[in-house]
């Protein structure tokens, strides 16, 4: 994890519960303006590392005792990324399938997820800025 890792799940988060936001900071409205055209992509490329992230975690699972914090916030922060990533790039990554069983299947966890879609963008950014502090303050 680095600081890009955590800023990365920020922008995420404020894509994916711009509303709660703009509501607490009606400024943000237009920095969220100019990022929403690029959030399909944004999307796709984060499900795509956060699965790969996932997949890292997975096969690193033997370092858990030396740093159990790091390891914590690493997959939380690629679940989310994950997670994140299907939500916003899910109109993306329909166009990639052909199969309309795939693409039905897709829109079932759409579904499952989004009624969870702004506690997981409150969660992403406070996870992404917890990355941050601790590249800051930690010597990981």
Known sequence: MNYLNGIWLVVLGILAAPNLI??????????????????????????????????????NMRWFDAAPVVFLTWIVSAVLTLALGLLLGIGVIKSFVSSTDAKAKMDELIAKLAAKQGTMGLLGIIVGIWIIVLRIIGPF
């Open 22 to 59: 703009i509501s607490r900071k009606p400024e943000a409205k237009d920095i969220i303006e100019k990022i929403v055209p690029y959030q399909g992509w944004l999307g796709a490329v984060s499900a795509v590392y956060g699965l790969i992230q996932v997949i890292r975690f997975l096969s």
